[in-house]
């Protein structure tokens, strides 16, 4: 005897949820956005560790504050503005200026298109969320701890 399932999961073109075109091409671009800015911020993020492993200094433990403040950086430099930083930690102060070098220096030239633009209007829980459910903790900080050791 079969006994139907309780959860099922149908897949559904956004067309066919949204009938209003100007909806759709709005969460399309907020999508694009999110994409492109997760791209730039892994891709940062495995620049910034591998340079301070090989210049010596002792790795950055991965966490979801220092990808949320790489998304940030990322997003003002593209647009070559500062976000306020009313009310910050001192510590979060020194990570975004020592982030920010790093991007002038390193990461920029390595941009095929360093004229792009990211930015992160109306989506500061996206990025909280990006940085959060992509198990990037996993990804990065686990390999890194059994590939390269510790710098004394």
Not at 54 to 72: A, C, D, R, S, Y
Not at 129 to 144: F, K, N, V
């Amino acid at each position: 005897m079969n006994t139907p399932d309780v959860h099922r999961s149908i897949k559904n073109a956004l067309k066919n949820i949204i009938k209003d075109q100007a909806t759709q091409y709005i969460i399309l671009d907020v999508v694009g956005a999110c994409h492109r800015l997760t791209v730039h911020a892994l891709q940062f993020l495995k620049l910034f560790l591998l340079t301070s492993y090989e210049q010596g200094v002792p790795l950055q433990e991965v966490t979801e504050h220092l990808v949320v403040t790489i998304m940030k950086v990322l997003c003002e430099e593209s647009n070559g503005s500062e976000t306020k930083t009313k009310g910050c930690k001192e510590t979060t102060l020194h990570l975004k200026q020592e982030l920010r070098l790093f991007h002038q220096q390193h990461y920029k030239p390595t941009m095929i298109d360093n004229q792009e633009k990211l930015g992160f209007t109306n989506m500061t829980q996206l990025l909280q969320y990006i940085a959060g459910c992509q198990g990037l903790r996993e990804q990065y900080q686990t390999p890194l701890c059994a590939t390269f050791e510790p710098v004394s």
